[in-house]
């Protein structure tokens, strides 16, 4: 399957430039010069959004959270291009569900490299082991604790049966310690099961993720614990 993705920023030389070689590296892709002229695409034929963070009335972070807001387009992975650098501007960008982020001026390189990776771990990477129950050894294909339950087939989540909308790593790091609770895992071992393969990982990563998925998964949030120096678990003690 070739990937189609659409690129969104208000710097026409730039857009051409990754359309060239996007394309080169045997994708399909769409330009857009606003967030405006996006909006009038069929989004759901994309299968990765490159947006610039800063451009007219909408920007690039309001734009990516119309695309996470919606049924039809939640799941695809957006990469925000962006000529700032700061903590804050990242962590607002992974809090509406960014995949990745690519500093501006940036390699063409790096960026075939990003866009390769973030798909990857999106559409074609192996889920772990540990993660899915195989329906042919008769196991469980849930697991749960009180009202919260995960569906390992599906790979929903659900607080007393409302589905919660986690992102795919969410999930599998959800997953991952409720599937062994109160056993610690360092940022290590959930880097090498969940983005396994992948070099450009930072701890921060991880602490980012499990920020996001701590505000979803309210009331066991405080289930979700940090043990300082050590890394994460999930603990079945009453809290």
């Known amino acids: 399957m070739i990937e189609r993705i659409l690129v969104v920023d208000d710097e ?3 857009c051409e430039i990754l359309q060239y070689n996007l394309e080169n590296a045997g994708y399909l892709v769409d330009v857009a010069y606003s967030a405006e002229e996006a909006l009038k695409e069929d989004l759901t034929k994309y299968r990765l959004f490159m947006l610039d963070v800063m451009m007219g009335e909408i920007s690039g972070f309001k734009l990516g959270s119309m ?37 501006k001026p940036f390699s ?8 390769k990776a973030v798909i990857k771990r999106t559409y074609y990477a192996e889920t772990d082991a540990n993660m899915v129950e195989d329906t042919a050894t008769g196991e ?19 607080i007393d049966s409302k589905e919660v909308n986690l992102t795919k790593k969410e999930f599998e790091i959800l997953a991952m310690l409720l599937g062994t609770p109160d056993t610690v895992f360092s940022r290590e071992q959930l880097i090498d099961t969940i983005w396994k393969g992948e070099t450009d990982m930072s701890d921060r ?5 499990i920020t996001r998925l701590r505000k979803k998964i309210e009331p066991y949030n405080k289930n979700l614990i940090t043990r300082q120096g050590y890394g994460y678990y999930f603990s079945t003690k009453k809290l």
């Open 12 to 14: 026409e030389d730039l």
């Open 140 to 158: 469980s294909e849930t697991i749960s604790f009180e009202k919260l339950e995960l569906n390992l087939q599906n790979k929903i989540a659900y």
């Open 205 to 209: 990563t991880i602490d980012v993720n």
């Open 108 to 115: 063409i390189n790096e960026v075939l490299a990003r866009v």
């Open 67 to 103: 695309i996470k807001s919606n049924d039809a387009t939640k799941q695809a992975p957006i990469i925000y291009l962006t000529a700032k650098d700061t903590e804050a501007d990242k962590l607002r960008g992974f809090d509406i569900g960014a995949d990745d982020y690519i500093s």
